[in-house]
């Protein structure tokens, strides 16, 4: 039978079972006619197509986390899943997905987990591993259900000649009126530093700090302390002698107020090949909620989280993959998960969207450019503009203005917009920090785009979403377009706000298009990425409740979805890649055979995406040039470190119809990249 007699012949069947059935069946027929209609070529053509991935039962995870490794295959990491119980069990999982197995659905495999990477941050490094730092401490506990006063303290140690210290979880200190409270977490104190200053029997000492949560023996009220100013000395139990004179504890108030989430110390990197974890040097800070940013030498900048105590930390840092050890970074402060981008000339760039904590008003989290080699934590006034004055001498980061429904920056996507030369941002969607406040929107439709390459950059307004939404996925595809879709109109999709929207950005018109709407609402734990073979990723959903009327709690959904774009349905053939060089250099030259040379109208690098709570500063699509030769073509990458930090890469060829080919990987390789192997 023919295509046009097949779809005649579902078309009167459905038909007459809504005739002879009205009103009875209508919400099936029209269900059924839907489903007949996406599954239609012309359909398909335009807008796209959904599918499920189906998952069996045991590898079913919470998706927190998501990265593509340069296998091919996809990590999804839960941790915990936001689930105290099993925080308390101990039980953590990452799961593995190789989408290029045989079988439609790939296959599956659950990997040895050693913390609780919950809330963790992520970033691919040169070599092609994943690093992963932070995560779970400690769950929250609200106001409601906090039984013991607390709060934390910063243990100090005046000895330079003492050993490293370690405290124990349990550890009894005294507030200066008696009230007991306990250590919640193990913490090694280190020696004081002793400095000479060249002077017979003088020398400079500062002391050791080292921060630690605790709550009072007893519960209620009784625990309640509040010195009468700043911050006071509380005295840690069983000492004696020189420790007892010059190891001690200072804080301020304990009291029964809601105690956040606690980051961990802990960092790893996840090796691509042997499929498991490997142990680096911890980090200095605690982190729950960090941002990891490639730089141009391979190393990355770890900013924000809240730390050991629950407090959102200033105190960045950098990691070096080549000796797999941190650095103290420059200190200054971001809200939770910024959205931080490298530009092309070795600053990065705060979006302004982010997820989680932070203060609410604009004058405190500022959009804005950060010259983080420079910076010196001082803001230093200067005469006049920036000509006769040294760098470190100006201020070292420079607020960008513009930013329409600034109030409204919270869990909002950002994109790096193709092509990466352009030096273009684009944010959409967002909401208020935590839940409405009286007065505020739920949720935005705005998108803004700033272009670093004008000579004030700021930000205006673009093109509007469908829909107002916080928790918006946007990847970029091989074509030079940005998917959006999902997102919810209230924190954490209460009230049913769920919206079930797809649309495609084109930078070229700074317009949208309609595309084929999910299945599965998504807020909360969201994350969508692009996959080798030219699909979208769609999964994690963590809502606030199960019901509209907020009376039953919500559950994660687990249900994966995949996007298959309009362009993989145009009825054109796609261009292959034979055969070529996989290492490559930055500013060299590279040969790649293919039978579609004359088709391929723009080849592109894609950075593969490693996601969280909606923020993926990874992703980054760089065009590249090229020359057709006879049986393939020879690509000349960019030079600037900067503009393609050494990593692993998707190549796509992509036709002047915008199909893509198969991405093909290839590792691109800096002169002074570190742990680049």
Wanted: hydrophobic share 35%.
């Amino acid at each position: 039978m023919s295509r046009l007699r097949k779809n005649l012949f579902a078309a009167a069947v459905v038909a007459v079972v809504v005739g002879v059935n009205l009103p009875a069946v209508s919400g099936f027929a029209s269900r059924k006619w839907h489903e007949y209609r996406i599954d239609q070529d012309d359909y398909k053509a335009r807008y796209g197509r959904w599918t499920f991935l189906n998952v069996p039962d045991e590898f079913k995870v919470n998706a927190i986390h998501a990265a593509l490794l340069h296998t091919g295959k996809v990590l999804i990491v839960a941790g915990s899943g936001n689930n105290a119980a099993n925080f308390a069990k101990g039980t953590f999982k990452t799961l593995l997905w190789d989408p290029a197995r045989p079988g439609q659905e790939g296959e599956f495999k659950l990997i040895d987990t050693p913390v609780d990477f919950f809330c963790a941050g992520h970033v691919m490094l040169p070599s092609g591993n994943l690093l992963i730092a932070g995560g779970t401490l400690r769950f929250e506990v609200l106001k409601s259900r906090v039984k013991r006063a607390g709060g934390p303290l910063v243990v100090k140690n005046e000895d330079p000649d003492a050993q490293p210290r370690h405290l124990h979880p349990g550890t009894l200190v005294a507030a200066p009126t008696g009230q007991l409270y306990r250590t919640t977490a193990h913490i090694t104190v280190p020696p004081a530093k002793k400095v000479e200053t060249g002077l017979p029997g003088k020398a400079r000492i500062t002391p050791s700090e080292t921060k630690v949560f605790a709550e009072a023996v007893d519960e209620g009220a009784p625990g309640l302390f509040t010195p009468a100013e700043g911050s006071v000395r509380y005295r840690i139990q069983g000492l004696t002698g020189r420790e007892r004179r010059n190891l001690y504890a200072m804080g301020a108030s304990m009291t029964l107020e809601k105690q956040d989430f606690q980051g961990i110390r802990d960092a790893y990197e996840f090796d691509p090949v042997a499929e498991r974890y490997l142990k680096v040097q911890d980090m200095n800070e605690g982190r729950w909620y960090p941002t990891m940013t490639a730089l141009p030498d391979g190393r990355v900048m770890t900013v924000s989280g809240l730390d050991t105590v629950g407090q959102v930390t200033r105190d960045n840092e950098i990691y070096d993959p080549g000796t797999k050890t941190w650095r103290p970074g420059p200190k200054r402060f971001f809200p939770t998960y910024p959205a931080l981008f490298l530009l092309d000339d070795d600053t990065l760039f705060f979006s302004g969207m982010s997820a989680g904590y932070g203060p609410g008003r604009l004058a405190l989290r500022p959009p804005g450019v950060w010259d983080y080699r420079h910076d010196t934590d001082r803001p230093v006034k200067t005469s006049g503009g920036a000509g006769g004055v040294a760098p470190d001498e100006m201020e070292a980061f420079t607020p960008v203005p513009g930013l329409p429904e600034p109030e409204l920056n919270e869990t909002g996507a950002s994109v790096l917009l193709p092509p990466a030369q352009d030096q273009k941002i684009m944010v959409m969607g967002g909401g208020p920090v935590g839940e409405r406040q009286p007065g505020q929107k739920n949720a935005t439709d705005r998108t803004a785009l700033i272009d670093f390459k004008e000579p004030a950059p700021r930000y205006v307004r673009g093109p509007n979403l469908s829909d107002p939404v916080r928790y918006p996925s946007a990847v970029l595809l091989p074509d030079d377009t940005v998917f959006s879709f999902n997102g919810s109109g209230d924190y954490r999709g209460r009230g049913g706000s769920d919206v079930l929207r797809a649309e495609v950005y084109h930078p070229e018109s700074n317009s949208f298009h309609e595309a084929a709407a999910p299945a599965v609402g998504r807020n909360y734990h969201a994350e969508g990425l692009l996959l080798p073979d030219g699909r979208v990723l769609g999964m994690g959903s963590d809502p606030l409740f199960g019901d509209e009327g907020g009376t039953i709690p919500g559950a994660f959904d687990q249900r994966v979805e995949v996007y298959t774009p309009a362009y993989l349905f145009n009825g054109e053939r796609r261009p292959v890649f034979t055969g070529g060089r996989r290492a490559l250099r930055l500013g060299g030259r590279a040969g790649f055979k293919t039978p579609d040379a004359r088709r391929i109208r723009q080849v592109r690098l894609m950075r593969p995406s490693a996601v969280t709570h909606v923020t993926d500063v990874e992703q980054r699509s760089v065009s590249v040039d090229f020359t057709r030769v006879s049986g393939g073509i020879v690509v000349t990458l960019p030079a600037n470190p900067a503009l393609v930090p050494p990593g692993w890469y998707m190549m796509f060829g992509v036709t002047g119809e915008g199909t893509p080919s198969q991405a093909r990987w290839v590792h691109i390789r800096g002169d002074r990249a570190r742990g680049d192997r």
